[in-house]
């Protein structure tokens, strides 16, 4: 696609539920890159993908945060039993190989609401 | 591990004056060094990069900053600013190759007229 593609744009859901956040990277960008943004925070890293394989998930904050990446493409962050800690912007990015070479290309993210 | 310090949480400076805003690291080698912008309602925009050679690196938009190794410093810079620089303010590294970029908490520009 022209650009990185983030789904829903917008989640509002209850305490307790799980959510599913899905990230498109541009065609043929290798590496791909959660985030998480917010107030005050900065961006805080969650996991990096190169591939299908995830070198560095340091940035999780808990097992309730997962994320995997199937056919070295389209990526999913599934976030259970969702606390009102969670409700933040969640970022992807990709780039054409790890970032020490390429610049990163950000998707407009998903705002995530946690009642 | 790399990390990265963005000492200031906003500033405002008014419009045509220069501007600096401060980026401190730390990584035991020569890291890679970012700066970028988040425009209110947009995404981030890669302003510019250092990975080595000379120490003053240009960027888009008039911007440049310049790679202080005694000081683990990568300051961003612009001699005149404009309203529409606006911004939040993003410093990030890169330490070792394959691991990930780490970004700083942001600094808020405001441009006051």
């Known amino acids: 696609g022209a650009g990185v593609s983030q789904s829903p744009s917008n989640k509002v859901t209850e305490k307790g539920k799980d959510v599913e956040l899905r990230c498109d990277p541009i065609?043929?960008?290798?590496?791909l890159y959660w985030y998480r943004q917010s107030l005050g925070q900065g961006l805080e890293f969650l996991i990096y993908?190169?591939?299908?394989?995830?070198?560095?998930k340091s940035g999780l904050p808990s097992d309730r945060f997962s994320a995997e990446r199937t056919g070295g493409s389209v990526s999913t962050l599934t976030i259970q039993r969702t606390q009102q800690e969670d409700s933040a912007v969640y970022l992807c990015?990709?780039?054409?190989?790890?970032?020490?070479?390429?610049?990163?290309?950000f998707g407009s993210g998903t705002q995530l609401s946690v009642l | 591990a790399q990390s990265v310090t963005q000492p200031d949480i906003h500033i405002t400076v008014s419009e045509g004056a220069s501007l600096e805003l401060r980026c401190n690291y730390s990584y035991g080698a020569t890291p890679y060094l970012f700066w970028y912008v988040q425009s209110p309602g947009q995404g981030l925009q890669l302003l510019l990069k250092?990975?080595?050679?000379?120490?003053l690196v240009q960027g888009i938009k008039g911007f440049e900053a310049e790679f202080k190794r005694s000081q683990s410093s990568f300051n961003l810079r612009k001699p005149s600013v404009h309203w529409s620089d606006a911004a939040e303010y993003f410093c990030?590294?890169?330490?070792?190759?394959?691991?990930?970029?780490?970004f700083g908490k942001g600094t808020t520009l405001s441009v006051s007229s």
């Open positions: 993908f190169q591939g299908n394989s995830a070198p560095d």
């Open positions: 990015a990709s780039s054409l190989s790890p970032a020490t070479n390429e610049k990163l290309f």
């Open positions: 250092y990975f080595s050679g000379d120490t």
């Open positions: 990030a590294v890169v330490g070792q190759a394959g691991t990930a970029l780490i």
């Open positions: 065609s043929g960008h290798t590496a």
